[in-house]
């Protein structure tokens, strides 16, 4: 059985002709066994059906000249047309007429700094470019570089800087990127209800905090926005007004002896308590010492008895006291209790007549004491007339 030579050959797919398509057209075997016997061992170039019939559709397209002023024509060719369709790209911005062109030839490109601040690279502004521009101004661009950088990196989201607030607001990539040119951090911002409210307050003068002072300071809005995202309300914090502020830091916490003078111990007279006092008027304060304190707090009132013996009440001996005769080596005293004292302080040394003579008797404080407990009675003779009544006394 003989085969014949066309039988032979294979058909082939050739791929479109037009730039960005990938279809392909089927060459026939006996397509190629003519192509073959003319000497072509390439296949020819030919689009494919779909880019075909687009093609036939077509016609060509006259276009007014990019360039302002100009009133030249521009024709764009059917199959300029085809190919930008394929690849998906639209008519281009800058058309030049023929005149236009052969000027734009003329031009050289110029290298134009980088639109991003902090960025040392430039861009080329070609010469087509130049002979299209309005104002002769070359356009704000990126460089490649950051172009590419901008294109790789996405919108961000920033954290809004108000302390307890838990919004956020919009990072751009433009901003991104200058921020990296620069050398910078990621800003702090605040989000738009921070600033909405924010915009709602006003600075306020608030009354030092320091006992005395008249001065004030000023609650910044800021604060304020800070004190109402952590939740701490509209009621201003306790602070000093500059002047204290400036005063405290010349003053130093001091040691000061124990008000007890027989203690060697000392106490610490902080810096914003001298402040305070300076402010009233006050002298330093006397207090004990933190060993004398301690000692104190061991200590509970006793109950000592009257001096009078005649008197069964007692006085007290508070804790302090205590202290202090332990500090100076001293025995508890005798004194009055609260009644006694009382009465020798409302009761001064009086005068009563004499029941014999009509003279003055002398009658102490302490003589009264001791009738008012019961253990003498009241005057009634002077000393001369008791002389008298002894002497004519019938045992005399």
């Not at 130093?252 to 300076?278: F, N």
């Amino acid at each position: 059985m003989r085969t014949t030579l066309s039988a032979a050959v294979q058909a082939r797919e050739i791929p479109c002709r037009v730039p960005g398509c990938t279809n392909t057209w089927t060459q026939s075997p006996r397509q190629v066994l003519e192509a073959l016997q003319r000497g072509d061992r390439e296949p020819p170039r030919r689009m494919c059906d779909r880019c075909h019939g687009l093609y036939q559709g077509m016609e060509d397209l006259e276009l007014e000249c990019s360039r302002p002023g100009c009133g030249g024509k521009v024709v764009i060719g059917r199959f300029q047309q085809l190919v930008r369709k394929v690849q998906g790209r639209s008519t281009p911005r800058s058309l030049l007429c023929e005149a236009c062109r052969s000027e734009a030839q003329g031009l050289e490109p110029r290298q134009i700094p980088c639109r991003v601040p902090g960025c040392d690279n430039t861009w080329t502004w070609k010469p087509v470019e130049q002979i299209v521009s309005p104002d002769g101004r070359p356009p704000q661009r990126m460089c490649d570089r950051c172009y590419r950088e901008y294109r790789a990196s996405e919108h961000r989201e920033l954290q809004c800087k108000v302390p307890g607030c838990d919004g956020t607001l919009p990072y751009s990539k433009y901003e991104q990127l200058a921020d990296r040119r620069a050398g910078r951090k990621p800003p702090a911002r605040m989000c738009r209800t921070c600033a909405e409210t924010l915009r709602g307050l006003q600075d306020r003068e608030v009354r030092c905090s320091t006992s005395g002072c008249d001065g004030t300071w000023v609650w910044t809005r800021f604060s304020q926005l800070v004190a109402l995202r952590q939740g701490k309300g509209t009621k201003p914090p306790r602070r000093r007004c500059p002047a204290c502020r400036e005063e405290l830091q010349s003053l130093e916490d001091r040691e000061v002896r124990c008000r007890i003078h027989a203690c060697p111990g000392t106490w610490t007279y902080r810096a914003h308590h001298q402040l305070a006092d300076r402010r009233r008027g006050r002298k330093p304060p006397k207090r004990l010492c933190p060993e004398c304190l301690e000692r104190l707090g061991s200590l509970e009132e006793r109950h000592i008895p009257c001096r009078h013996e005649a008197c069964d009440r007692t006085w007290v001996l508070t804790p302090f006291e205590q202290l202090l005769f332990e500090h100076l080596g001293r025995e508890v005293p005798e004194r009055l209790c609260e009644r006694c004292d009382t009465f020798l302080r409302t009761h001064p040394t009086t005068e009563v007549p004499c029941t014999g003579c009509g003279g003055p008797i002398l009658w102490t404080s302490e003589a009264q004491l001791m009738t008012e407990l019961g253990r003498w009675v009241r005057p009634q003779l002077c000393a001369d007339c008791k002389a008298k009544a002894v002497r004519t006394s019938p045992a005399s």
